[in-house]
Nanobody, 122 residues
Framework: VQLQASGGGLVQAGGSLRPSCVAS????????VAWFRQAPGKEREFVAA????????YYADSVKGRFTISRDNAKNTVYLQMNSLKPEDTAVYYC????????????????WGQGTQVTVSS
């Protein structure tokens, strides 16, 4: 499946953004989807994941209570609502999809989008 992430931007600390990940080529309803992020000089890290049905969600401890992952299978889209943003959330955010992720939090998903930049100023 081809993935296109968008919706990043520049925001002040405490603000909100809602990046989206749109799929094409295949229906996203068959895939689990995750968001990862990578800051300059750091490894790619897990942010959040959602099962194909949306029933199960997973979050990194660093974003729990501030970020919410959701999906609209009719629109072939997954969202990441980010609230109470902090400067340490600054990174390129990537969405990834897999029909059967062996490890929900590892960057081993089969398909990846190109990333969208999120910058949080203090």
């Amino acid at each position: 499946v081809q993935l296109q992430a968008s919706g990043g931007g520049l925001v002040q600390a405490g603000g909100s953004l809602r990046p989206s990940c749109v799929a094409s080529g295949r229906t996203l309803s068959r895939f689990a989807v995750a968001w990862f992020r990578q800051a300059p000089g750091k490894e790619r890290e897990f942010v959040a994941a959602i099962s194909w049905s949306g029933v199960r969600t997973y979050y990194a401890d660093s974003v729990k209570g501030r970020f919410t992952i959701s999906r609209d299978n009719a629109k072939n889209t997954v969202y990441l609502q980010m609230n109470s943003l902090k400067p340490e959330d600054t990174a390129v955010y990537y969405c990834a999809a897999d029909q059967a992720p062996g490890n929900w939090t590892a960057p081993t998903y089969a398909d990846w989008g190109q990333g969208t930049q999120v910058t949080v100023s203090s």
